[in-house]
């Protein structure tokens, strides 16, 4: 058992070596110029924050370190024309964000407390359409993971409202599981706050993208809502997407037995091929994750959409813990899905992911296949050949 673990977490380590940097610096000593020609869109994301600020070193701008209180700010990022859907282009090592090829963080604006950023963030959402995206990221990310990773996604997806980042205070360590579970355990009344913060707002629909560890921190405060009479933000909730979720089987089923069957379009990612989950299982007695569960029907009878990735690529060097974001043809689906209305009738929905698919599929044209299992059916969207 010791070897296996061993032998595990020097896999996930190396995999995970492989598709991140070395250092999570968010704000480099000098930026290369770049024409304005070369950057194709300037994206600025809204952020509340259970970490500490940096002060060993700034350029983190916010580090590993817990705070007792949620922090906000808002940070300007451009994306280069030649980014390519579904990559997130970073400069090596400690080289100098070049704007023409990569995702460079060129201004940082701090919000002195609550009032504030909820005045902030209110104006930009009233300006963008009244839709608010909430990401809540996962297992070993540093802020700077997550600030891109929601780039990425808004871009990609084309997403129409605002952008937030809760970012709660994960060690950006491979060695760092148990301190993250802490972490996103004492942080859940700060997304709770947040998320009725946003709905206090003339928002009209809050969003939410969860991924891994960032799951079981979703579900905690989506419970506590349920717990208050208020599962659905006063009817503000719209999409809630877990994607490849690190959380317990029977402890996800108990979250939504609490919950109870969702009314708005509620979705789990997950693929069997996902290593880190298969590490997450093996650290917590081999029981099954969420994210790579085998029996679709079971949890589809909670109330819930089940969307099978096992036959599709993942792009983060054979981890296959991030196929939501980084495959070019989910990321564009889930861009589909993100852009319609969350009220659409569930056959209509369903019809319509399926003529989404076959569109896609014959422009992606990658030999795959996504099985998507509902309460009441299920539906193979082959995504080309």
Same mark, same amino acid.
């Given at each position: 058992?010791?070897? =296996?673990?061993?032998?595990?977490?020097?896999?996930?380590?190396?995999?995970?070596?492989?598709?991140?940097?070395?250092?999570?610096?968010?704000?480099?000593?000098?930026?290369?110029?770049?024409?304005?020609?070369?950057?194709?869109?300037?994206?600025?994301?809204?952020?509340?924050?259970?970490?500490?600020?940096?002060?060993?070193?700034?350029?983190?701008?916010?580090?590993?370190?817990?705070?007792?209180?949620?922090?906000?700010?808002?940070?300007?990022?451009?994306?280069?024309? +030649?980014?390519?859907?579904?990559?997130?282009?970073?400069?090596?090592?400690?080289?100098?964000?070049?704007?023409?090829?990569?995702?460079?963080?060129?201004?940082?604006?701090?919000?002195?407390?609550?009032?504030?950023?909820?005045?902030?963030?209110?104006?930009?959402?009233?300006?963008?359409?009244?839709?608010?995206?909430?990401?809540?990221?996962?297992? %070993?990310?540093?802020?700077?993971?997550?600030?891109?990773?929601?780039?990425?996604?808004?871009?990609?997806?084309?997403?129409?409202?605002?952008?937030?980042?809760?970012?709660?205070? +994960? +060690?950006?360590?491979?060695?760092?599981?148990?301190?993250?579970?802490?972490?996103?355990?004492?942080?859940?009344?700060?997304?709770?706050?947040?998320?009725?913060?946003?709905?206090?707002?003339?928002?009209?629909?809050?969003?939410?993208?969860?991924?891994?560890?960032?799951?079981?921190?979703?579900?905690?405060?989506?419970?506590?809502?349920?717990?208050?009479?208020?599962?659905?933000?006063?009817?503000?909730?719209?999409?809630?997407?877990?994607?490849?979720?690190?959380?317990?089987?029977?402890?996800?089923?108990?979250?939504?037995? =609490?919950?109870?069957?969702?009314?708005?379009?509620?979705?789990?990612?997950?693929?069997?091929?996902?290593?880190?989950?298969?590490? +997450?299982?093996?650290?917590?007695?081999?029981?099954? =994750?969420?994210?790579?569960?085998?029996?679709?029907?079971?949890?589809?009878?909670?109330?819930?959409?089940?969307?099978?990735?096992?036959?599709?690529?993942?792009?983060?060097?054979?981890?296959?813990?991030?196929?939501?974001?980084? %495959?070019?043809?989910?990321?564009?689906?889930?861009?589909?899905?993100?852009?319609?209305?969350?009220?659409?009738?569930?056959?209509?929905?369903?019809?319509?992911?399926?003529?989404?698919?076959?569109?896609?599929?014959?422009?992606?044209?990658?030999?795959?296949?996504?099985?998507?299992?509902?309460?009441?059916?299920?539906?193979?969207?082959?995504?080309?050949?």
């Amino acid at each position: 058992m010791a070897l =296996r673990l061993k032998s595990l977490l020097v896999a996930f380590a190396l995999a995970v070596t492989g598709c991140a940097g070395p250092t999570h610096d968010l704000l480099n000593k000098t930026t290369v110029a770049a024409p304005a020609s070369d950057i194709a869109a300037t994206h600025e994301i809204f952020v509340a924050t259970t970490r500490q600020k940096a002060t060993k070193d700034p350029r983190q701008v916010f580090d590993s370190d817990r705070s007792l209180t949620t922090s906000y700010a808002r940070v300007d990022v451009t994306v280069p024309k +030649s980014h390519q859907v579904g990559n997130i282009e970073r400069a090596k090592g400690s080289a100098n964000s070049n704007p023409a090829k990569d995702f460079t963080a060129k201004d940082v604006t701090y919000y002195e407390g609550a009032p504030q950023f909820a005045k902030a963030v209110g104006a930009d959402i009233t300006m963008r359409g009244d839709r608010a995206l909430v990401f809540v990221h996962g297992f %070993n990310n540093g802020f700077d993971d997550g600030i891109y990773r929601l780039t990425q996604i808004a871009h990609d997806t084309k997403y129409p409202g605002t952008p937030v980042l809760f970012s709660w205070a +994960s +060690s950006a360590k491979t060695t760092g599981y148990l301190y993250d579970r802490d972490s996103a355990n004492a942080a859940r009344d700060d997304l709770e706050a947040t998320l009725r913060m946003l709905a206090k707002t003339r928002v009209k629909s809050i969003d939410i993208i969860a991924h891994s560890m960032g799951t079981w921190l979703t579900m905690e405060a989506l419970r506590q809502l349920a717990i208050t009479g208020d599962r659905d933000l006063g009817g503000k909730l719209g999409y809630v997407i877990l994607a490849s979720p690190d959380i317990d089987v029977d402890v996800f089923k108990k979250q939504m037995i =609490r919950y109870g069957k969702p009314t708005k379009p509620f979705a789990i990612l997950l693929s069997g091929d996902d290593r880190a989950l298969k590490l +997450s299982s093996l650290i917590s007695g081999d029981k099954p =994750r969420v994210g790579d569960y085998g029996n679709a029907a079971d949890l589809a009878s909670y109330g819930v959409a089940v969307v099978d990735l096992t036959k599709t690529k993942g792009g983060d060097g054979g981890l296959n813990h991030a196929k939501f974001a980084d %495959n070019p043809f989910l990321v564009q689906l889930l861009g589909n899905r993100l852009r319609t209305p969350a009220g659409l009738a569930a056959d209509e929905d369903t019809a319509q992911l399926s003529n989404i698919g076959q569109g896609l599929g014959k422009v992606v044209g990658s030999a795959a296949e996504v099985i998507i299992t509902t309460p009441f059916k299920v539906l193979t969207i082959a995504t080309g050949g």
